[in-house]
């Protein structure tokens, strides 16, 4: 009997230990819910019943190098940071602007991804409109209250701006002529020209420096550190060029 009874105290201190080393195993295999955008083309975007974009393979490449399992939670842009700080995500991709204003509540990778404001004409114009001083005279498409229309009439008040509640009917006017060249956010431009324009219209030269995307994460995440490591050596090895030509073309100097 009292054999019997110390087998069973001892089974059960060995399952006792056994609880913190599967405790662990399972924070180790834990699935990361990575938030992005619903629409933010080319960043994320739904194609074909899936989720696709620049921000989409990036994370997926740094996932394989840091061994890590997530899925992607796609939300409104307004939902992200609020998600991070309750905890309810773990990572966030998303075009999402570093700020400090942003800093105080949230952390964020090295940054990834320059935007900024860049110049769009035709093949043809391509040698003759490359920056802000060649608009000048010239159609110029751009998008309405944007700040690419601040830009443009505190830096070339002799452009001839016409301006679209749409980008996609400002790219329209540009393949059909109508315009010379459209100014606007250079991930865009640089999609379209790699996408629908190919081959008819050419990114020529950025406008305006713009502001660093972040991937972002709860305060004090220990993701932080990993990410950044994933992310300087796919820039290292060719494998973030090669993302960046298949989203964008070229890189805008």
């Known amino acids: 009997m009292i054999k019997s009874k110390l087998k069973a105290a001892l089974l059960g201190f060995a399952v006792t230990l056994a609880v913190p ?15 992005t955008d619903t629409a933010f083309v080319p960043f994320e975007f739904k194609q074909d019943g899936k989720y696709v974009g620049f921000d989409v393979e990036l994370w997926d490449a740094l996932a394989k190098d840091m061994g890590v399992k997530y899925r992607l939670q796609p939300m409104d842009f307004n939902g992200i940071i609020p998600g991070l700080q309750t905890k309810n995500i773990d990572v966030a991709l998303a075009g999402i602007t570093i700020k400090d204003e942003r800093k105080k509540v949230i952390d964020f990778s090295d940054p990834y991804y320059e935007s900024g404001i860049a110049i769009l004409t035709s093949v043809k114009n391509k040698d003759s ?3 802000a001083k060649d608009l000048a005279g010239k159609d110029v498409a751009a998008k309405t209250g944007t700040a690419t229309v601040d830009f443009l009439k505190k830096e070339v008040p002799d452009a001839k701006v016409k301006l679209f509640p749409n980008i996609d009917n400002a790219f329209l006017d540009l393949a059909t002529g109508r315009v ?3 100014v606007h956010d250079t991930p865009n431009v640089q999609y379209y020209a790699n996408t629908g324009g190919k081959g008819k219209v050419v990114v020529t030269g950025s406008v305006q420096s713009g502001d660093f ?11 932080i550190e990993k990410v950044n490591a ?14 960046y030509t298949k989203w964008f073309g070229q890189a805008v100097k």
């Open 21 to 35: 080393a599967a405790t662990v195993a399972h924070a180790q295999d834990k699935e990361l819910v990575v938030a």
């Open 129 to 131: 409109i490359k920056t």
């Open 180 to 182: 010379d060249a459209v």
């Open 213 to 223: 995307y972040g991937i972002a994460f709860p305060k004090g995440s220990d993701l």
């Open 230 to 243: 994933s992310l300087k050596k796919l820039k290292e090895n060719g494998e973030y060029d090669k993302l």
